[in-house]
């Protein structure tokens, strides 16, 4: 490659990478105490401009749902010091016996929700599998049809989710953020199903400053990411699943320097994600 080819490609790439950034709000600048600010009056504003009177956010013990239940909780604490009614629900939704327990029981304590309310989703999981099977779907592997049975679980909490705000007058709250958004780590209409995303734009490195910042466990804000949803390796790390590293992501975004093959594997996983982040497709 010569090398005007090689600048073409770098500012090409320098191109896509700013237009993504900036396609997901990241904006690596704000510092985290603005941050907090403007993300708990989101939820503020949002939950009056809606007319509802509760949050709903399920609690799995990892960083993302720890720090989003957190401004939840603040953000109903505001708007009932106004003289209005303001509930935050935090849920377990656990399949099962989960493995870190124990996480979730701390991020509960760090939370101090209104109220906690828990649903195993594991029988209605199992149920549908079991429906699918027996009506003759057939997997090519068994890692096909735990990867399958996977977006089962995380559809299954966003129905229960989904249950108590509708019984509450609620609003669902997701905890989508930029560093699983550019990869498309999120099960369409299961975790990536939510009224609400007040992590939006938000790098994975500026969640744990901001988590330090609100006070969470060390341990939940150092422990490593996890989707948890595959029965055969559970608790299987984010970054095993990527092949790369949430510094690497969130460098990506920030346009700091990345590895190349690194780069053009975020890229890769972005384009291939594409139907995740958009509305379902309808004729022109």
């Known amino acids: 490659m010569n090398h005007t080819s090689a600048t073409e490609n770098l500012a090409a790439y320098e191109t896509a990478r700013q237009r993504i950034s900036h396609e997901l709000r990241v904006n690596a600048s704000v510092g985290p105490h603005a941050d907090i600010e403007r993300r708990v009056a989101f939820l503020t504003d949002t939950l009056y ?15 993302d749902s720890t720090v989003t239940a957190k401004m939840c909780q603040l953000a109903v604490e505001r708007v009932r010091q106004t003289g209005h009614p303001a509930v935050f629900i935090a849920m377990r939704l656990p399949c099962g016996a989960q493995h870190d327990e124990g996480d979730a029981a701390a991020a509960l304590d760090f939370i101090q929700a209104d109220q906690v309310l828990t649903g195993n989703i594991q029988p209605a999981s199992d149920a549908c599998l079991g429906e699918l099977i027996a009506a003759g779907l057939v997997f090519r592997d068994r890692q096909h049809q735990d990867f399958v049975l996977g977006n089962i679980k995380a559809r299954q909490r966003m ?4 249950a108590v705000a509708g019984a509450l007058d609620g609003l669902v709250v997701g905890t989508d953020h930029a560093a699983e958004a550019v ?10 199903a939510a009224d ?8 994975k490195r500026r969640i744990r400053t901001i988590a330090q910042l609100l006070g969470a466990p060390d341990a939940l804000v150092g422990k490593a990411p996890t989707a948890d949803l595959e029965t055969l390796a559970p608790g299987k790390p984010d970054e095993d699943v990527f092949g790369f590293t949430y510094d690497n992501i ?9 590895p190349s093959a690194i780069a053009q594997a975020v890229l890769d996983r972005y384009h291939a994600t ?5 509305l379902p497709v309808a004729p022109g």
Do not use: M, N, W
């Not at 129905?159 to 989904?162: F, G, I, K, P």
């Not at 990869?183 to 369409?188: D, S, V, Y």
């Not at 594409?274 to 958009?278: D, E, P, T």
């Open 250 to 258: 969130d460098d990506f975004l920030e346009g700091r320097p990345v």
């Open 183 to 192: 990869t498309g780590f999120f099960t369409k209409y299961g975790d990536g």
């Open 196 to 203: 609400i995303v007040p992590l939006t734009g938000l790098t």
């Open 49 to 63: 401009a809606s007319g509802r009177t509760a949050l709903v956010l399920g609690i799995s013990g990892g960083i």
């Open 274 to 278: 594409a139907h995740k982040r958009h």
């Open 159 to 162: 129905v229960l989710q989904y």
